[in-house]
C-alpha cells in the first residue's frame, strides 16, 4: 500500500469510530426523546382514566337522581289514590248521616205529634 491507501486506512480508523460514536449518541438521543413522549402518553391515560372515573361517579349521582324522582312521583300517585279514596268515603258517610238526620229528624216529628194527641185525649189531673 502507498501513501494514499495508507492516508485512506487512518482516514478511516479516524472515521468510523466517530461515525459509530454519533450512532451511539444519536440512539440515546432518540431514546431521550422517546422517554419524554412515553411519559406524556403515560400521563395522558393516567388523566383519562381519572375523566373516566369522573364520569362514571357523575353518571351514577344523575341515576340514583332519576330513580329518587320516579320513586318520589310513584309515592305522591299513591297518596292521590288514596287522598281520593278517602274523599270518597267521607262523602259516603256524610250522605249516610245525613240520611240518618233526617230519619231521626221526622221520628222526631212524629213523636212529638203523637204525644200531642195523646195529651189531648188523656185528661189532666
Known sequence: MGWPGRMTLSLLLVLVPMYLHGASLQKAGSAGQRKP????????????????????????????????????????????????????TVNRSQAAIQGDLAHLKAWVRKTQHRSRKFATWVPCS
Open 37 to 88: 413522549f412515553f411519559e406524556r402518553l403515560r400521563r395522558l391515560e393516567e388523566q383519562f382514566r381519572r375523566f373516566q372515573e369522573v364520569t362514571l361517579t357523575q353518571l351514577q349521582g344523575i341515576a340514583n337522581n332519576y330513580n329518587m324522582s320516579y320513586d318520589i312521583d310513584a309515592q305522591l300517585h299513591s297518596l292521590a289514590e288514596e287522598s281520593q279514596a278517602v274523599a270518597l
